[in-house]
């Protein structure tokens, strides 16, 4: 790994703690003539995100992969101080998937001093994770928002599995006319089909082997409402049936617009999304598909 400050004339990954050293790490890029690409992530990183850097690399640009848990997405009850941390293991699968930039900052580094200023993204937010996660979409628009700023790509790279977090910073960066495009990238799934996530690893083995009935119901929902049947009484069906197949909690199963995220009747035209939140065990499950 390179602490250079001159990457663009070495191979290998720069590993950058301050702003400072970020903006000036990229400059050396973009004097090469290389196109950045932003990969935000929280770490602990899996398939689904390298997916992104490679998606970077896809599209020639340098990738960025930025990984800092932010505490300001997270509730008062949520897994703040439990969520998953390898900072060395997340190091080596980017240097081996061709990152070549890394910003792994501190909370004050993020958030230096008093902060007075946030980003509140309406109407999208206004759904789904947004009222049972109160403040969360506030702390990532802010997150990303300054993300953004810090390394300012060409492009930053999202995994289509938090679908809602995607159409807000979509929204978010349309509606502030920021100059970067929002490239949305397909989930990438375990063998069975469950998301790669995070926190996946909080499961035990027996509700490992029930969240594959996540996806499989998602499936039935989208070929049942592709095919006229109503949204609302195909996912109450649904949801009923993840708890008798051993869910704790069914938080939402929806359909919905694709972009405005507003709940549908029937599956128009338009392009349309089954969403859903689950709870197994301690575990917050999250997934989407097309409709």
Do not use: W
Not at 93 to 112: H, N
Not at 148 to 154: G, I, R, S, V, Y
Not at 200 to 210: D, G, Q, S
């Amino acid at each position: 790994m390179s602490t250079s400050t001159d990457p663009a004339r070495e191979q290998g990954l720069a590993i950058v703690r301050t702003v400072a050293d970020l903006r000036r790490t990229v400059a050396a890029f973009r004097k090469a003539g290389q196109t950045i690409g932003l990969v935000p992530t929280m770490g602990a990183l899996h398939e689904g995100h390298v997916s992104l850097v490679k998606g970077a690399l896809d599209r020639g640009d340098v990738p960025v992969t930025s990984i800092f848990v932010n505490p300001t997405q997270f509730g008062p009850n949520e897994d703040f101080a439990a969520y998953p941390r390898d900072e060395q293991g997340d190091f080596d699968k980017l240097q081996a998937a061709g990152c070549r930039i890394v910003f792994a900052p501190t909370k004050d580094e993020m958030y230096p001093g008093e902060q007075l200023t946030s980003v509140i993204v309406k109407g999208v937010t206004e759904g789904l994770c947004g009222p049972l996660r109160p403040g969360h979409f506030e702390g990532v628009a802010t997150v990303v928002s300054k993300l953004l700023l810090m390394a300012m790509p060409d492009r930053a790279f999202f995994g289509e599995k938090d679908y809602q977090q995607l159409q807000v910073i979509k929204r978010m960066v349309r509606d502030l006319s920021m100059p970067f495009e929002i490239v949305g990238m397909p989930t990438v799934r375990e063998a069975d089909g469950l998301a790669m996530s995070s926190r996946n690893r909080y499961m035990n083995a027996a509700e490992r082997k029930t969240a594959t009935g996540l996806y499989r119901a998602l499936n039935e929902v989208a070929q049942a409402v592709r095919g006229g049947a109503a949204c609302a009484a195909t996912t109450a069906a649904a949801s009923r049936a993840l708890l008798a197949g051993g869910f704790d909690k069914v938080e939402y199963l929806t359909v919905v617009d694709a972009e405005s995220l507003a709940p549908l009747e029937r599956v128009a035209p338009a392009p349309a999304r089954v969403v859903a939140a689950v709870r197994l065990g301690r575990t917050r499950l999250i997934d989407n598909i097309a409709a």
